[in-house]
């Protein structure tokens, strides 16, 4: 391995994680594979390649969609955001599927010339989330429009929850479902309801079965990563099977210097590290501009050589120091573990999240994406 900075992929883990997610499903669900903002950072080409069990691919965003079909992707696609009036025709001729909430969106496919295809519409219902939605007391014209729009065909209905990962009382996103059946009701008296019909994100996938209906649309556990804690113990609480989901990615580097520093010597931008003894200071090569956050300067830890090293000054936009004082064996290129294990010891993406103060969703996704993925095994 020549790079300094790089993300390895277990191989096996996507797969297993998406039949964990489908095992309380029903029979014919199908299962969308969220691989939106790089595929949560893991990489959006190698992911892809990971999961041939999944059914569909869901993207943020027309050109994420672009991307997949670049790379010979045939399996449906569904852009879960707004797509650009003026790329409406561009994203048909690509086969995607969109999701719609704005009139404007639905009059503009019925300006178009012919397509090559009807737009496949999934039209996506505000239940309390106060995003992206079309509001109850819309909706129903909003069918109307949709079925009366001679290039679209309604595929699907959608929404998202606001309050389901983060809590142990679900009474909110209970309320939410029952607006969504309220709207699903709308559109059975409307023609019948289309083909596609989805709203279970991971926690939804994992806790009630309820929010299944006919397609999973599965992100963060997809990449063995838990919404939150209370979603773990939400499910021992009902006593639920448990998923076994494995950590997709690691994320390492290399010590490319070694130096002893005097005590009382400062370390970093703003002096904001002394150190108290004799300190071996381990350079590397990775700072804020990879995604490693500027405030796990003076506060996380890093691996090296199987045991912890703490992360000395603060993170630069290239560089960050660590004190490698306790591993005198360390040496310049030894692999550093960023994320994830080495021997017994394992840092994970909650552990980076709690010392950064944000959530492990942010600390995957904001990996650069210019950093090599390997994919093991």
Known sequence: MSSLVWIELDARAPGHNLAELRRGAGAGALACAVVKANAYGHGLAEIARLVPSADWFGVNSFEEG??????????PVIVLGHVPVARLRDAVDA??????????????LARLAVLPRPARLHVKVETGTGRQGVLAA????????VRATPNAALEGLSTHFANIEDTTDHSYADAQLARFSEALETVDRLGGRPPIVHTACTAAAILFPKTHFTMLRTGIGLYGLWPSRETRISVRERGGPVPDLRPVLSWKTRLVQVKELPEASYVGYGCSYRTTRRTRVGVLPVGYADGYDRALGNRAHVLVRGRRSPVIGRICMNLCMVDVTD??????????????????????????AEWAGTINYEVV???SPFLPRIVRG
């Open 66 to 75: 672009l991307a997949l079909r670049a790379l010979g992707e045939t399996r």
């Open 95 to 108: 086969d995607l599927s969109l999701t719609v909430f704005n009139r404007e969106t639905v009059e503009a």
């Open 138 to 145: 819309d909706l129903e014209g909003f069918i109307r429009l």
């Open 327 to 352: 591993v005198p064996e360390s040496r310049l290129d030894d692999e550093v573990v960023l994320l994830g294990a080495d021997g017994d010891e394992r840092i994970s993406a909650e552990t980076l």
């Open 365 to 367: 996704s904001r990996i």
